[in-house]
């Protein structure tokens, strides 16, 4: 790795930095309820909607105290719209309710309502755990991809997960695009918020051109 890159990353996670776990308000560890508020917000950031309004929808759900599973199955489904309503998640509130409702009862009904029986149940093998996570209602490749980036510091058998969207923010950078090569630009703890900072860049050119224009300057 280059001294070059190495900057451009260190950039890169001082401006940007932060998982959108972060943002939703998820102090992400190896418990049912953040784990599964990890997974509900996988299944907004996966639809096609803008990521803070998917951020706020998730905070608008735990605030109408719908944090885990036997409560998001206990809500009604009209409970469940006016909280993605409220986050301004309208465009695909409806379909969320209930793909959120049933996913709730899957998981309550196989895993007993904890997501690390689904890992266990993957037994340390990542392709197995991307498709049980896939079976949750809601969550396809894509939002497996959002859960499996931002859980990475927590499931170390998931490390390092960049997966492509990552890789097109590394493009832009000018850093490299493979999984081992940027995991190596940057401690295993700042893992998941070097992810999410590459995916902003990934969404956003002006942030790619910012951080590299920053990176050049050494500021």
Request: with cysteine.
């Amino acid at each position: 790795m280059s001294t070059g890159d190495q900057r451009t990353a260190a950039t890169l996670l001082r401006m940007y930095g932060r998982t959108y776990a972060e943002e939703a308000g998820i102090r992400l560890r190896d418990t049912p309820q953040p784990l599964y508020r990890l997974v509900v917000l996988a299944c907004l950031l996966s639809a096609r909607i803008r990521a803070p309004v998917a951020v706020a929808a998730a905070r608008c759900l735990a605030e109408a105290g719908i944090k885990d599973p036997r409560r998001m199955a206990g809500a009604t489904w009209q409970q469940r719209v006016d909280a993605l309503g409220k986050g301004g998640y309208r465009r695909y509130d409806e379909r969320t309710a209930t793909q959120l409702g049933d996913g709730a009862h899957l998981l309550l009904d196989r895993y007993r309502g904890d997501v690390r029986r689904l890992r266990e149940e993957a037994d340390g093998d990542p392709g197995r755990l991307r498709k049980l996570l896939q079976e949750l209602p809601g969550l396809g490749p894509a939002g497996v991809n959002i859960f499996l980036r931002e859980v990475q510091g927590v499931w170390p058998e998931v490390h390092p997960c960049f997966d492509a969207k990552a890789a097109e923010g590394a493009a832009r950078l000018g850093l490299p695009r493979a999984s081992g090569a940027l995991a190596g630009l940057v401690k295993h703890d700042d893992a998941p918020a070097f992810a999410a900072a590459l995916v902003r860049a990934a969404l956003d050119k002006e942030v790619a051109e910012e951080v590299r224009k920053a990176a050049r300057k050494g500021t």
